[in-house]
């Protein structure tokens, strides 16, 4: 997906340009946990190192830096619906409901018949989104498992650790503890930097 030597040409230090973007302490750290995940690529399951590296786009948008590249596809509409509210049940007729009310008005059958064409199928969207929002909440607060569960669109926080697994190779809590280890080495990484900095 990225390359390591793509990641080495990002600036990597606070303060350090990029374009006529300045690069903030978080999206530094970003790059450098990026390029650990690159150059450690069997310490995670593919899934969760793919995502990680989305990370960077995700940053590079909230800049006002948008890639373009890819159409905007049905399913890529169906994404950003799931993604602004994923609680919801999202039956087929609540899609084609939103997709009218969008402008994009179309039967079921017709919604079955456009993804099909684009090699997707609503349930697989519908459940990806959930759980890659529910994979970055993780990472990126401390709310209880249940109630991120449930924030997106399961009832059952047991069902919905058996489909993160089975997604991401790592159950809810195993990527909390990962999670974990990665802050802590960033602290202590920071740390060092900030001694090296005074001593030298």
């Not at 890639?67 to 619906?81: E, K, N, V, Y």
């Amino acid at each position: 997906m990225f390359s390591n030597s793509w990641l080495n040409s990002l600036p990597s230090r606070t303060g350090d340009d990029c374009g006529a973007v300045r690069v903030s302490a978080d999206f530094s750290e970003t790059i450098s946990a990026c390029r650990r995940i690159v150059s450690e690529s069997e310490a995670l399951p593919a899934a969760v190192r793919a995502h990680r590296l989305l990370e960077v786009l995700v940053w590079l948008e909230s800049e006002g830096i948008a890639l373009h590249g890819a159409p905007d596809t049905l399913a890529a509409r169906i994404r950003r619906m799931v993604a602004d509210r994923p609680e919801r049940s999202w039956t087929t007729e609540e899609v084609v409901a939103a997709l009218a009310e969008e402008g994009h008005a179309m039967s079921a059958a017709t919604l079955r018949r456009r993804l099909s064409g684009e090699g997707a199928g609503l349930t697989e969207i519908i459940t990806d989104t959930r759980l890659s929002l529910a994979l970055a909440r993780l990472q990126a607060s401390e709310a209880p498992v249940n109630l991120i569960a449930a924030e997106c669109g399961y009832d059952s926080a047991s069902r919905f650790a058996i489909r993160f697994r089975a997604r991401f190779g790592l159950s809810p809590s195993e990527i909390r503890q990962k999670n974990d280890i990665e802050r802590i080495g960033t602290t202590n990484e920071r740390r060092g930097v900030a001694l090296r900095v005074v001593a030298g």
